[in-house]
T-cell receptor, first 115, second 116 residues
């Protein structure tokens, strides 16, 4: 158990479907992140939330819609995705900058396949 | 334009020998560097970090070296064990500057295979 839980672990969806990815942490962290990992590419930062406020949207298409209702939960709502959106979606959390060891704790990821 | 580069996609090492994983960066504002390890079907896990005020940090079998003038860091694993076989990601951050500069930027990863 990493402390950051992502559900579902695997998801297959059609291009017209609407689905949501969920991330939950109980580490007392106040920053949460969505990353995308595609084959042979670096981990790509998608969104950053600090204290429930979105502080970064890394030019992500609007078919990806994040939601952070509180510091412990983060969602990624998916709508009309494309096959090239198939990837491993990783959630991470961290302490705010300046508060001790600054490292991210990652979840196990959701393996998304768009058909 | 990649700010953090891991130019070797894979590395194969014999058990007991040294594994050296390399990472280069381009952003001179980066002041904090981390290595993460990732097994299949799991998220990356933090391994070791180094601040730019140091040039070496050691934790058991793992040592990270930082050469600021060359904008290069490396991870040494001695001795290598089969359980070390995983993908290793280098990450960097401009912590001092804060804000979005403080977000971690990752490389593509290097897949290490340690053979018995």
């Amino acid at each position: 158990e990493t402390g950051v839980t992502q559900t579902p672990r695997h998801l297959v969806m059609g291009m017209t479907n609407k689905k949501s990815l969920k991330c939950e942490q109980h580490l007392g962290h106040n920053a949460m992140y969505w990353y995308k990992q595609s084959a042979k590419k670096p981990l790509e930062l998608m969104f950053v939330y600090n204290f429930k406020e979105q502080t970064e949207n890394n030019s992500v298409p609007s078919r990806f819609s994040p939601e952070c209702p509180n510091s412990s939960h983060l969602f990624l709502h998916l709508h009309t995705l494309q096959p090239e959106d198939s990837a491993l979606y990783l959630c991470a959390s961290s302490r705010p900058l300046g508060q001790g060891n600054y490292g991210y704790t990652f979840g196990s990821g959701t393996r998304l396949t768009v058909v | 334009d990649q700010q953090v580069k891991q130019n070797s996609p894979s590395l194969s090492v014999q058990e007991g020998r040294i594994s050296i994983l390399n990472c280069d960066y381009t952003n001179s504002m980066f002041d904090y560097f981390l290595w993460y390890k990732k097994y299949p079907a799991e998220g990356p896990t933090f391994l070791i970090s180094i601040s730019s005020i140091k040039d070496k940090n050691e934790d058991g079998r793992f040592t990270v070296f930082l050469n600021k003038s060359a904008k290069h860091l490396s991870l040494h694993i001695v001795p290598s064990q089969p359980g070390d076989s995983a993908v290793y990601f280098c990450a960097a951050s401009a912590l001092y500057y804060g804000g979005s500069q403080g977000n971690l930027i990752f490389g593509k990863g290097t897949k290490l295979s340690v053979k018995p």
